[in-house]
């Protein structure tokens, strides 16, 4: 089986192609991630990732459905402009019905990609070599008892929340290099018990099989 994932960028790339990718491919399913196109310069050249709206999710998913078997999404919640609802599902089922195949699985990650990060807070006292952040962070957690309820505000969205955990050990989060690197770390099946909603597109995927 052919799948495509759409996804908005590199740290999704890369943690896709690292974890999700191999995982797959146990199943015999062969899986490219694809960056969106969100503009083109005057040479013609793809300016890739980010600025998600159902317009860009409906140009880039019939594109790939034409050359897949299967054709799935993973965009952030958070980061998607101009949607009409603050429930997830609702927004998937509008993308859905864009296309209305049975070959179209719209997955948007609630509410993005730095809650996988979440996963694990024991991660991090090795990565800071202390647990001032673990302790921080168990507190969140413990707060919403779902790492995927931790909301999309602007103060309080997952990436919010990490790039201000980073801040107490002096350091800056970044997106694609600690994003990435993490959440490779902590590993799939670790994000995978944690994260429910997450696991469950990931079987839903696996499926289709």
């Known amino acids: 089986m052919r799948l495509a994932i759409s996804v908005e960028g590199q740290t999704e790339e890369a943690f896709f192609k690292k974890t999700v990718v191999p995982y797959f491919l146990g199943f015999g399913i062969y899986t490219d991630i694809i960056i969106v196109t969100t503009s083109k310069d005057r040479c013609g050249r793809k300016n890739r990732g980010g600025c998600i709206n159902i317009d860009r999710v409906k140009n880039e998913v019939q594109k790939l459905l034409n050359s897949y078997d299967y054709v799935t999404t993973f965009y952030d919640f958070y980061g998607f402009s101009s949607r009409h609802t603050d429930d997830v599902d609702e927004l998937e089922t509008t993308i859905y019905n864009l296309?209305?195949?049975?070959?179209?699985?719209?997955?948007?990650?609630?509410?993005?990609?730095e809650?996988?990060?979440?996963?694990?807070?024991?991660?991090?006292?090795?990565?800071?070599?202390?647990?001032?952040?673990?302790?921080?962070?168990?507190?969140?957690?413990?707060?919403?008892?779902?790492?995927?309820?931790?909301?999309?505000?602007?103060?309080?969205?997952?990436?919010?929340?990490?790039a201000k955990l980073f801040e107490l050990e002096d350091e800056v989060y970044d997106k694609v290099f600690h994003g990435e690197g993490i959440a490779t770390d902590i590993g799939l099946s670790k994000i995978r018990q944690?994260?429910?909603?997450?696991?469950?597109?990931?079987?839903?995927i696996v499926s289709l099989i």
């Open 99 to 113: 296309f209305n195949t049975g070959n179209f699985i719209p997955y948007i990650q609630k509410y993005e990609f």
């Open 115 to 162: 809650t996988l990060l979440f996963s694990n807070p024991e991660y991090f006292t090795t990565y800071f070599d202390n647990d001032t952040v673990e302790k921080e962070m168990k507190k969140v957690i413990d707060s919403y008892q779902d790492i995927e309820l931790i909301n999309d505000s602007i103060q309080t969205a997952p990436s919010k929340r990490m």
């Open 194 to 204: 944690e994260a429910k909603r997450f696991s469950m597109w990931i079987d839903k």
